[in-house]
């Protein structure tokens, strides 16, 4: 479903020349590209037409290009996102080391609980540590599937 932004720019792209299925494919062509590939690629043809006419066969006329610039700025992201979700990695040591740390204390105070203290010590490791994994998981599909 299109926008009001979308279908605001089709009817300024259609022009008051009525509505012609080329124009209609190329000015929808162009609102689904990319920003980066729309702000970096060069229109291939020149041509002489007027006002609204020159901006459609322009658009209808331009391939996906993708610019080298376009592709660094993708990879950057891709590496920022990735650092960002292994931060999580960081928060399950920590996670882990006050588990342990309170099952340190908690048999210290009461030993006849050793059992069952060891059971919750042992849950809430395997639940801080699979949080830790979801988050490379994260940065590993940020990285290689995207």
């Known amino acids: 479903m299109r926008s009001l932004l979308q279908c605001a720019l089709l009817y300024i792209w259609l022009g008051e020349g009525g509505c012609h299925s080329n124009k209609i494919r190329a000015g929808s062509r162009i609102l689904y590209r990319p920003i980066s590939?729309?702000?970096?690629?060069?229109?291939?043809?020149?041509?002489?037409?007027?006002?609204?006419?020159?901006?459609v066969s322009q658009l209808a006329l331009r391939e996906f290009q993708t610019s080298a610039v376009s592709r660094d700025i993708d990879t950057a992201a891709k590496f920022i996102g990735a650092g960002a979700a292994t931060v999580?990695?960081?928060?399950?040591?920590?996670?882990?080391?006050t588990?342990?740390?309170?099952?340190?204390?908690?048999?210290?105070?009461?030993?006849?609980?050793?059992?069952?203290?060891?059971?919750?010590a042992i849950l809430g490791f395997a639940l801080s540590e699979a949080m830790g994994l979801f988050c490379l998981m994260v940065a590993f599909l940020i990285l290689f599937a995207m």
């Open 88 to 97: 999580g990695v960081a928060g399950s040591g920590a996670g882990i080391g």
């Open 99 to 120: 588990v342990f740390g309170s099952l340190i204390i908690g048999y210290a105070r009461n030993p006849s609980l050793k059992q069952q203290l060891f059971s919750y």
């Open 37 to 55: 590939a729309s702000v970096f690629s060069r229109p291939e043809g020149k041509s002489t037409l007027n006002g609204a006419q020159n901006a």
